[in-house]
């Protein structure tokens, strides 16, 4: 068990109002992603960090910010969310050459 | 860049049928392959992997052989059961991809009926 927390779990927000989602890990990995997942597209990658305070963009970063403060902490911030990024979010961490994923984080902006 | 084609589905067998889930890629030298799984109403789970060409990867009654030549990585299963109904994802991870994440194909939804 990689140990890896999504929280929350389910979330309703209005456009345009900023959101945070939070990926906690217990086992010290390096490595941490955020993935969204829609219909049709499968999972595509937002953002990842491969240390404290070292982040990189993927393939659809737009709209979206992560910060990683602390080594078990990643968060990823829609600053002012939009109906296009309703979701379904994924925070997953490396071992060895796969991920680990955690359990998603539904968000639906209204 | 690194792409995975994979059939989308929805794929419908009866219980006890043989199961192939076409997945082929593209990518830069040699990538890691996996295939995922994901229930509903859950997150998504390794279900095998292979690392290098005729690599093997098996879990659970499922195959997938790493094809280089083909760019392929198909996933298999002899007999499938009604609890085999899930999502399968195939994907793949460059080589020396460093911290890079995984491409992942657009899934297949696989339902099984009894």
């Known amino acids: 068990d990689a140990g890896i927390t999504q929280s929350p779990r389910h979330k309703v927000t209005e456009t345009g109002t900023p959101v945070t989602l939070r990926c906690h890990q217990t086992?010290?990995?390096?490595?941490m992603y955020w993935y969204r997942q829609d219909p049709g597209h499968g999972l595509r990658l937002i953002h990842y960090s491969y240390g404290v305070k070292d982040t990189d963009k993927g393939e659809v970063s737009d709209g979206y910010s992560v910060s990683r403060s602390k080594t078990e902490d990643f968060l990823l911030t829609l600053e002012s969310a939009t109906s296009s990024q309703t979701s379904v979010y994924f925070c997953?961490?490396?071992?060895?050459?796969?991920?680990?994923f955690g359990s998603g984080t539904r968000l639906t902006v209204v | 860049g690194n792409s995975v084609t994979q059939m989308e589905g929805p794929v419908t067998l009866s219980e006890e049928a043989f199961l192939t889930i076409n997945c082929t890629y593209t990518a830069t030298g040699y990538p890691s392959l996996f295939w995922y799984v994901q229930y509903p109403g859950e997150g998504l789970q390794l279900l095998l992997k292979?690392?290098?060409?005729?690599d093997k990867g098996s879990n659970k009654g499922f195959e997938a052989t790493y094809r280089k030549e083909t760019t392929s990585f198909h996933l298999e299963k002899g007999s499938v059961q009604v609890s085999d109904s899930a999502v399968y994802f195939c994907a793949l991870r460059a080589l020396g991809g460093g911290a890079d994440g995984l491409t992942f194909g657009k899934g297949t939804h696989l339902i099984i009926q009894p």
């Open positions: 997953a961490i490396s071992e060895g050459r796969e991920n680990t």
């Open positions: 086992e010290n990995h390096r490595y």
């Open positions: 292979a690392t290098k060409a005729d």
